[in-house]
């Protein structure tokens, strides 16, 4: 079985074990991409401690659960933004969060994955991936 969005499938694994309560998340098959995208969730404080679990295939990322994500997922498809959007993002802002102050979009630069207000605060563009609140 061929997976079209590892991404989608890492949020919405999520997501899905945090309405459940679970402790613990298991996301596979893992990529940079979603470990960088861990990293900016944990920097928010929406997951714990994450590890990186090698089963000699796609390999698993084992993540922590605080209880703290209300909604993520994937942004398809993947827009690239300039600075002057990112500034100015309050059509994804009011279609993927439930306030300005509330949740991030999280966004791929040249300067690596952050937030939408980490992008606008070192004036670069981006690519957006998904939401979390």
Known sequence: ????????????????????????????????????????????????EFEYIDDGRWGKILVQLMGRINKCGAITPRYSLTYREMISLPDYIRRY?????????????????MTHKEAARQRTGGIVLGYVY
């Open 97 to 113: 969060l439930p306030s300005k102050e509330i949740g991030v979009i999280i966004v791929s630069t040249p300067k690596g994955v």
């Open 1 to 48: 079985m061929t997976v079209i969005n590892t991404l989608s499938n890492a949020l919405s694994s999520l997501y899905n074990n945090e309405m459940r309560r679970n402790k613990q998340a298991i996301i596979m098959p893992s990529s940079k991409l979603i470990v960088n995208v861990l990293r900016v969730m944990q920097k928010e404080g929406y997951v714990g």
